[in-house]
């Protein structure tokens, strides 16, 4: 195939200024505080998300959600109806691309760590992860279906919080829970994990409860071991993201600077990249992804200076500067991002306020395509070749064969023009969809 697309570029023109345009849809605004949302894009180009919905600031209210556009408008599903706290939901799809979310329940020091998926068609039974005493879950499900969590404990103060980790599989169910940073005089929090090509864990947080040092662990070894990131003080959010090669790259806030710093295999993290200077304050949930390409993206919100809610993609010479989504004087809650194989993105993203004396929060999803499909029928396939042939070698034909397209899709380097260099990560998405 690739011999093919080469004969059939010969001749080929200069084309079009690569340009990312997202369409903005509102996803739920009823008058109750729905935040945060954790999204999934599946191999078909459905947006799944979970949220947590409360009335105005009635914490027994707060409950989970489940939605999807697979109908082409949204519905949802109720997940938990108890009148007890559910907060922080994170959502997964496996290789079957199966829903599986995780959350933590209960009050005060109760919460634990409960997780239900749709294996079979519906939703079936919540388990507990957990006893009582721990909150804010993430995880993630390797290649035979395990899923592995990550989440704080939660002790009664003074005692410091800790990160713990454990598994559950429908073979062996839940698997022995692993206090991976064990700590008496600091407290951990906002741990990540995201999962390897190879099925490793890798794990970020940071300590101290309002920012401290970057730690990362995996379990390359067997068991957690900790890598130095050379990175401390005030550090927040940080989110790992891996691509197919294994590189391990960590996207963190400090101050008001986001940074990227990464490990291409070395087992030394490079120098951390500034992103974002001054301008913003990124807020974000899950606001990074990965391509299958190996470009990283990222979403997040802003509440000072230029407030919205603003993308950033990875190009041949950096990062993109922010493109914005949505410009919003309203309280910006973060973003959730994801991609398909086929370069579907979406980002789900909240804005919140009052409204008849009440405390709302409303979810927006935010979709484009960020590689690959030509004609613009949402999937990579061969119909999308004599699009991309047209595009290298005659964008005027190409605007007149496929209106609603724009040729600067091709530009799959995200160098600015479409050339040959764009005919392997063509030929790439192609064959992995």
Known sequence: MRAILVVLVAGM??????????????????GFFNNPTSTRVDRSGVVHTVFMKQFDTDSSTKEIWYGNNAAGSWTFTRITNNAVREEFPALHLDDADNVHIAFHTGVTTTNKIRYVNNVGGSFGE????????????????????????????????????????????????????????????????????RLGPDDVAHVVYFTNLLGGALVYQNNRS????????????????????????????????????????????????????????????????????VDPLGRRYIGFASNSGQRGVYFLAETSSGFSAPVEILASDATNLGASVSINDHGRLALTFQTGGVRDGNVFAKIFVASTQVYGDMNCDGVISVGDINGFVLALTDPDGYAAAFPDCDAARADLTFDGNVSVADINPFVDALVGS
């Open 222 to 289: 067997g068991a957690f071991a900790p890598v130095n990131t050379g990175i401390a003080g005030s550090v927040q959010d940080p989110i790992p993201v891996v691509d197919r090669t294994g590189r391990v790259s960590i996207f963190y806030c400090q101050g008001d600077i986001l940074y990227v710093t990464d490990d291409a295999g070395s087992g030394t993290f490079g120098p951390a990249e500034p992103l974002l200077v001054g301008a913003w304050r990124p807020a974000f949930i899950e606001g990074a992804v």
């Open 126 to 193: 919540i388990r507990d992860i957990t006893g009582p005493g721990f909150v804010v879950v993430e995880f993630d499900i390797d290649s035979q279906g395990t899923v592995h969590f990550v989440f704080e404990s939660q002790p009664a103060f003074p005692a410091r919080s800790d990160i713990f980790y454990t598994t559950w599989s429908p073979m062996s169910g839940t698997g022995p829970l692993v206090n991976i940073s064990n700590t008496a005089t600091t407290s951990e929090a906002r741990p990540f994990i």
């Open 13 to 30: 023109v200069a084309a079009a200024q690569a340009q990312f345009t997202f369409s903005v849809d509102d996803v739920l605004d009823d």
